[in-house]
C-alpha cells in the first residue's frame, strides 16, 4: 500500500540550530508532496509543495523541502530555528496515477529550546 | 467567505445522542474533505468529495458516520449514536482541483461525555 512515513514523532533543536524533519513516500512514480504546519490551537496552513516544477522547494518562514527521487524522500529543513517555528508539522502526498488519494503523515513535534 | 469555515467549533454531546458538523468551503472549490485528528493522533482521513460525490469513503471508522454534500459547495458529517471515542478535533479542507493545495478549516471540537 502507498504510505508516507515521518520519522520521529517528536524532534528537540536549540534556538538558532538547523531544523531537520523527515518524511519519506513509497511510490515509483513521484507524487505531489506537501508540507502543512499546524500551531499550538490553530487549523493547518501550506507550508510548501512540490509539483514536478522544481526539485528544491522554497515555503515560508524560511522553510525548504528537497525532493530526492532517488531516496524516495521530501525533508524539510530550515537553517536557523526559531521559537515561533515550533509546532507540529505534516507531510502529505497525493499520488499521481489512477486513483489519486491524500495521505498525511503521522506528524512531528518540533520543540525549540532557547 | 476567504476562508474555509466550520460550525460549531466546539459541541460537547452525551453519549447517545447525534451529532452534526458543518463545512463551508473556499467558492468555486470542487473537492472537500474531512479529517479527524484526535489527542496525540496525526490526521485520520474520513471522507473526499468532488462535487457532491464521494468517490472515497474508506475512512469512514463505522456506519455511524456519514456525510453529504449539497450544491457543491456546503457538507455536513453526521455522527449517529455518538460514543466517546468519537471525541477529537473534526478538520475540513477544500482545494481548487485535486491534486491542489488544501486549504484547511479551524476544525470543530467534539467531546462526548
Known amino acids: 500500500a502507498q504510505s508516507v512515513t515521518q520519522l520521529g514523532s517528536h524532534v528537540s533543536v536549540s534556538e538558532g540550530a538547523l531544523v531537520l524533519l523527515r518524511c519519506n513516500y513509497s511510490?515509483?512514480?513521484?507524487?505531489?508532496l506537501f508540507w502543512y504546519v499546524q500551531y499550538p490551537n490553530q487549523g493547518l496552513q501550506l507550508l510548501l509543495k512540490?509539483?514536478?516544477?522544481?526539485?528544491l522547494v522554497k515555503g515560508i518562514n524560511g522553510f525548504e523541502a528537497e525532493f530526492k527521487k532517488s531516496e524516495t524522500s521530501f525533508h524539510l529543513t530550515k537553517p536557523s530555528a526559531h521559537m515561533s517555528d515550533a509546532a507540529e508539522y505534516f507531510c502529505a502526498v497525493i499520488y499521481s496515477g489512477g486513483y489519486q488519494k491524500v495521505t498525511f503523515g503521522t506528524g512531528t513535534k518540533l520543540q525549540v529550546i532557547p | 467567505g476567504a476562508g474555509v469555515s466550520q460550525s460549531p467549533s466546539n459541541k460537547v454531546t452525551e453519549k447517545g445522542k447525534d451529532v452534526e458538523l458543518r463545512c463551508d468551503p473556499i467558492?468555486?472549490?470542487?473537492?472537500l474533505y474531512w479529517y479527524r485528528q484526535s489527542l496525540g493522533q496525526g490526521l485520520e482521513f474520513l471522507i473526499y468529495?468532488?462535487?457532491?460525490?464521494?468517490?472515497?469513503k474508506s475512512g469512514l471508522p463505522s456506519d455511524r458516520f456519514s456525510a453529504e454534500r449539497t450544491g457543491g459547495s456546503v457538507s455536513t458529517l453526521t455522527i449517529q449514536r455518538t460514543q466517546q471515542e468519537d471525541s477529537a478535533v473534526y478538520l475540513c479542507a477544500s482545494s481548487l482541483r485535486r491534486e491542489g493545495e488544501q486549504f484547511f478549516g479551524p476544525g470543530t471540537r467534539l467531546t462526548v461525555l
Open positions: 511510490s515509483s512514480v513521484p507524487p505531489y
Open positions: 468529495f468532488q462535487g457532491n460525490s464521494a468517490p472515497d
Open positions: 512540490y509539483t514536478s516544477a522544481a526539485t
Open positions: 467558492s468555486g472549490h470542487t473537492a
